[in-house]
């Protein structure tokens, strides 16, 4: 079965600095997908940044980009420029290429609190 | 263009009363994926659906618990029962027919279970 693990249940920056939340994963699989979601106090959960196992060049998207590891099956985000509104829990999700049946389900890490201190 | 819409946004329930949680997809998704989120955790897979389908529930426990999503209307998530154990934020995700991607969730229900 596959799982998530974030190993850093808390983590703060100081406003305008970068700050990079770790994730790690196990699967057999070797097509894939992996996400960072954000949900702020309002419990939304809104998507950050998504990467497809079979590229290797890290996504980004505005002020956040990730390091995929796909050997070391190694996710982490990295923030720059950090901003108040940053301020959220943020947890590292995958998921399985297909469409049977187990294929579509997110496994979530436990999440990391991320406190933006100005 | 509305997201994913779930009610109620909070529900508080008696120990062994009925929950309904509803959901809404977002237009053109037909594809429904339910949600729990125990406090201080993660989101934990609960059950997969389509139109009148049950794809895949092997993260709903095997009593009490049920899930539909019918031809007309929304989603529902039916607690039968509940106890205190049952109290958590429930999610629902949708995803058109090919999704390459992510899911867009909906701002959940927390259920309370006095």
């Known amino acids: 079965a596959q799982t998530v693990t974030q190993s850093q249940p808390e983590m703060s920056v100081q406003e305008a600095e970068t700050v990079t939340l770790s994730c790690t994963y196990d699967?057999?699989?070797?097509?894939?997908?992996l996400f960072w979601y954000k949900q702020p106090p309002s419990r939304q959960m809104i998507l950050v940044i998504r990467?497809?196992?079979?590229?290797?060049q890290n996504a980004t998207e505005n002020r956040f980009s990730v390091n995929f590891q796909k050997a070391a099956k190694s996710f982490s985000l990295k923030i720059s420029d950090s901003q108040l509104g940053d301020a959220a829990m943020y947890f590292c999700?995958?998921?399985?290429?297909?469409?049977?049946?187990?294929?579509?389900?997110?496994?979530f890490g436990e999440g990391t609190q991320l406190t933006v201190n100005p | 263009n509305a997201g994913v819409m779930q009610n109620p946004r909070h529900l508080v329930r008696r120990r062994g009363q009925e929950a309904r949680l509803r959901c809404s997809p977002m237009?053109?998704?037909?594809?429904v994926y339910w949600y729990r989120q125990l406090p201080e955790e993660g989101l934990k897979f609960m059950v997969y659906?389509?139109?009148?389908?049950?794809?895949?529930e092997s993260g709903m426990p095997k009593e009490r618990f049920s899930a539909e999503f019918p031809k007309e209307g929304p989603s529902i998530l039916r607690i039968q029962q509940v106890v205190r154990g049952d109290s958590a934020a429930y999610f629902c995700?949708?995803?058109?027919?090919?999704?390459?991607?992510?899911?867009?969730f909906g701002s959940g229900t927390r259920l309370t279970v006095v």
């Open positions: 995700a949708s995803s058109p027919q090919e999704n390459v991607g992510g899911y867009t």
């Open positions: 699967t057999s699989e070797s097509d894939y997908y």
């Open positions: 990467q497809e196992a079979y590229k290797q």
């Open positions: 999700a995958y998921r399985r290429e297909g469409w049977e049946t187990s294929g579509s389900r997110l496994t």
């Open positions: 237009k053109g998704h037909s594809h």
């Open positions: 659906l389509q139109k009148e389908n049950i794809i895949d």
